[in-house]
């Protein structure tokens, strides 16, 4: 068996299509529609990033403008963002101060602008599987953009449930990652639509029971290690970001296992091919795509 690659890129342009045309109809007679990036970095991942979700954002008709600012400054550079009726979205592209105080920033952006979705106000709709901000169900809840991006890749790759009382019942994952921006939001993600998640990082093992039978899902210590989480998985996510990682083995995983690389860096050896069923090398354009769509969404709010 030989696995398939799946490309974001691919997968992307489909979404971005209907983002193109819903800008199009929420802009006209109307200014575009206009994000600002606050980046403290001049090179490296962040920067990349950042240049990327720009191309993309014009790729769709949206204005993005990549605002270079000072760590000390970024506290009054996003009160700034937050004041300006001219500005629909944020965008931070971290680190900027690194470690707690970036999560501090996060926390100033205004929700109604915040188009990665990583603002408690968003984060806490999600950890309670609340879908929806009105009773009809209309305005759906902005969720993280590349925990979003991964599910989606993941759906396109072929997973699926078998059971009836959930999308995902009888899905067994592995996160290798346990970060706010993708590891825990993404294990509560693929939990609450039924899955079993193995979660991991430095720190240990967790496990995030389905929210079935229950109105979310729920996290516990765990014992289980990293072989028994890689031989158990339907899906193995991998998002660390160091070269150093010891990379996963294709005679580590489930045979038929759908792979996703989420790191700047490489996560898994060669010899997955020969037993992953998919793999997903990449997620960062369809993370912008998802970025663009939390955009549109969120005019709503404003």
């Not at 193109?20 to 990349?48: C, F, K």
Request: aromatic letters at 4%; charged letters at 25%; proline letters at 6%.
């Amino acid at each position: 068996m030989s696995a398939a690659v799946l490309n974001p890129s691919t997968v992307a342009a489909d979404y971005r299509a209907e983002v193109r045309l819903e800008v199009a109809r929420l802009t006209e007679g109307r200014a575009p529609l206009r994000i600002v990036g606050l980046l403290s970095q001049t090179s490296g991942p962040a920067a990349t990033y950042a240049r990327y979700a720009a191309k993309g954002a014009a790729d769709v008709g949206i204005e993005m403008e990549v605002r270079q600012v000072d760590p000390g400054r970024a506290q009054q550079a996003i009160a700034e963002a937050n004041a300006d009726d001219s500005v629909d979205g944020i965008f931070l592209y971290y680190p900027i101060q690194g470690g707690p105080q970036d999560r501090w920033l996060r926390e100033l952006v205004d929700p109604r602008k915040d188009v990665e979705g990583l603002h408690s106000f968003w984060s806490r709709l999600l950890y309670e599987n609340t879908r929806t901000l009105d009773e009809a169900g209309q305005q759906r809840a902005i969720l993280p953009c590349t925990p979003l991006a991964i599910l989606k890749l993941l759906q396109h790759a072929g997973m699926r449930g078998e059971g009836e009382r959930a999308p995902l019942e009888g899905v067994t994952a592995c996160v290798i990652n346990r970060s706010d921006i993708v590891g825990r939001p993404l294990s509560a993600m693929l939990a609450n639509d039924g899955a079993r998640v193995h979660s991991i990082d430095l720190n240990g093992s967790l496990v995030f029971e389905p929210a079935i039978g229950r109105r979310a899902h729920d996290v516990r210590d765990s014992q289980v290690t990293r072989a028994e989480a890689l031989s158990a998985a339907d899906v193995v996510i991998t998002g660390v970001p160091s070269p150093t990682f010891e990379l996963v083995r294709g005679e580590e995983i489930k045979p038929g296992a759908i792979c996703v690389n989420v790191s700047e860096f490489e996560n898994f050896d060669d010899s997955i091919a020969e037993v992953a069923s998919v793999i997903v090398p990449r997620v960062g354009p369809l993370t912008v795509a998802m970025a663009m769509r939390n955009l549109v969404r969120l005019t709503t709010l404003h």
